[in-house]
């Protein structure tokens, strides 16, 4: 009788073994199939760049003019090769996408003051106007020696980058031109210069240097919420578009942020010798040129909550912005 009991508890536990098993196993697999045609992932690839941008991971210290800036970072970030992209537009519009309010701020590092904060004066210096900033940003500034302009400059990305676009007057030569929108001085004050790609190699002030590509995609994959490849292959990264531009300047636009304080202007540009676009578009130019006649751009449309990296004429007229340091 003792034996018989044994013998029936052993099938007993081997059935609710059997059962226990099966139920994990058909879980996972359930599991894996549906995350699989929810998203896509994708290491990263460039038709256009030789991409080799990399997280630093130690403590840096920067000094811009009089303000010690302090940029941490204890472990190393995702580069947008580990990035989830949207397997296509029709699972993720730019208007479903995560509203960039929901991105923490990278240039919150130290006290926050207001954008009016002077450390030069004014009235013996020619002040970069300050109405597109965030008031709630603590800025550093920049003092261009050469003709006495300050600029507004932030901590971002493990960079010191700065705030507004450059208005510095570069010497015209067939190659590098520079003009104020329309050819009206008072466009320079409010937007920045327009600058060919070679005139935009002599911008930054020493000490300073126009951003490579690695540089703005290290700037906007930290901001981004999402990538998604448009219809002519290239990266949209979503969020960037409405958290780094500013409130002011772009007409009939989507709800920016401005959360970082980086301020991106629609400026305009010029190409073949039409000005356009003022009030809608900012293309910046990167140093990054792939080709003779070609050079990568960052593009930020009113419309649009993403920014794209694509390519352009060098003769093209475009904005400047600069990064503090050697290139890396």
């Not at 990278?106 to 300050?130: H, K, M, N, W």
């Not at 597109?132 to 261009?144: A, H, K, M, Q, R």
């Not at 031109?177 to 930054?204: F, H, I, M």
């Not at 300073?208 to 998604?228: M, N």
Request: hydrophobic fraction near 30%; charge should be negative.
């Amino acid at each position: 009788m003792k034996n018989i009991w044994i013998y029936a508890l052993v099938i007993f536990f081997m059935f609710i073994g059997g059962g226990c098993s099966d139920d994990v196993a058909t879980a996972h697999e359930e599991s894996s199939s549906s995350e699989s045609s929810a998203i896509i992932i994708l290491t990263s690839s460039s038709e256009f760049f030789p991409i080799s941008f990399s997280r630093p991971t130690k403590t840096v210290f920067y000094f811009s003019n009089k303000v010690e800036i302090r940029s941490s970072s204890s472990a190393p970030k995702s580069s947008s090769s580990s990035k989830v992209r949207y397997s296509s537009s029709k699972q993720k519009s730019s208007s479903s996408v995560a509203s960039s309010s929901s991105i923490a701020s990278s240039s919150s590092i130290g006290p926050r003051s207001s954008a009016d904060l002077r450390f030069y004066d004014c009235e013996q210096y020619d002040c970069v106007t300050t109405e597109y900033l965030n008031p709630t940003i603590s800025y550093g500034e920049l003092l261009d020696k050469r003709d006495n302009q300050v600029y507004r400059t932030i901590v971002i990305s493990n960079h010191v980058w700065t705030a507004q676009n450059m208005n510095f007057k570069t010497e015209d030569d067939s190659l590098a031109k520079s003009w104020c929108y329309d050819n009206k001085p008072e466009n320079c004050k409010k937007y920045g210069r327009l600058y060919t790609w070679n005139a935009a190699q002599k911008v930054c002030p020493e000490g300073w240097h126009l951003p490579t590509v690695d540089e703005w995609f290290e700037l906007i994959d930290d901001h981004t919420c999402g990538i998604e490849e448009d219809e002519d292959y290239l990266d949209m990264y979503h969020c960037a578009g409405t958290s780094l531009k500013s409130l002011q300047s772009w007409e009939d636009a989507l709800p920016n942020t401005n959360e970082h304080g980086f301020s991106v202007i629609a400026a305009g540009i010029i190409a073949s010798n039409e000005f356009k676009y003022i009030g809608k578009v900012s293309d910046l130019w990167t140093s990054t040129a792939p080709y003779e006649k070609y050079a990568g751009i960052v593009t930020f449309d009113r419309t649009e909550d993403f920014v794209t990296i694509a390519l352009t004429d060098k003769s093209y007229g475009l904005s400047v912005r600069c990064v503090k340091g050697k290139v890396e």
